[in-house]
């Protein structure tokens, strides 16, 4: 399976900042996805991160507040803007190999005070 | 829409039992449903799954089977050990290959 590292793996943000998280693979893929992972809850797609063109987001997850980059095949940025205590959770980034299933990186965990 | 339901959202079992959680989709588009395996401050790992052209698939100790016509898959671990404990997330994938998530169970095995 794809090696995929995201950073930083945690940070502690003050509120109205911003944080880009970094997610990098070892092969190209053609699908990659931005997942949140509140305090125990379930995972929830953010938005399909489209290499060349705008993101494609979720019901509930807006571009202002989650922009996301992917210049090429094996990177893709998530950034959260102007953060709330409301905002820390666990985001994970997620690629689809080819055989259909789906890896995650290890998560960013934020913590907003 | 993209929905998938799972429970029971927590399961206590004695080792050596058998555990069952159950999930339903409401795409019958859908093709694909993983299981994955999520220990406490790691990320979810997948452990089995299986493809809408068979009923069922086995590793081991874990199997999965699927009932297209009702839309629902279960995931089944026998001789449950304390190691199995974690939280466990059915999912579905949907259109343009976006995967979706159950709630999540906590599986709790008693030595």
């Known amino acids: 399976s794809a090696v995929i590292s995201q950073k930083p793996s945690r940070d502690i943000c003050q509120r109205g900042t911003s944080l880009t998280i970094q997610c990098q693979v070892d092969?190209?893929?053609?699908?990659m996805f931005w997942y949140r992972q509140q305090p125990g809850q379930s995972l929830t797609l953010i938005a399909t991160?489209?290499?060349?063109?705008?993101?494609?987001?979720e019901s509930g997850f807006v571009i202002d507040k989650f922009p996301i980059s992917r210049p090429n095949l094996t990177f893709s940025t998530l950034t959260v803007s102007n953060m709330s205590p409301e905002d820390s959770s666990i985001y994970l980034c997620s690629v689809e190999q080819n055989t259909g299933e789906l890896f995650f990186g290890e998560g960013s965990r934020l913590t907003v005070l | 829409g993209e929905n998938v339901e799972q429970h029971p959202s927590t399961l206590s079992v004695q080792e050596g039992d058998s555990a069952v959680i159950k999930c339903t989709y409401s795409?019958?588009?859908?093709?694909?449903f993983p299981w994955y395996k999520q220990e406490l401050g790691k990320r979810p790992q997948l452990i089995i799954d299986?493809?809408?052209?068979?009923g069922e698939k086995k590793d081991q100790r874990i199997a999965v089977t699927l009932n297209k016509t009702a839309k629902h898959f279960s995931l089944h671990i026998t001789e449950t050990q304390p190691e199995d404990s974690a939280v466990y997330f059915c999912a579905a994938r949907y259109n343009f290959n976006k995967f979706y998530f159950g709630s999540g169970t906590k599986l709790n095995v008693k030595p």
């Open positions: 299986i493809r809408s052209n068979v």
């Open positions: 795409d019958s588009a859908s093709n694909y």
């Open positions: 092969s190209q893929v053609t699908m």
């Open positions: 991160a489209n290499q060349g063109s705008e993101a494609t987001y």
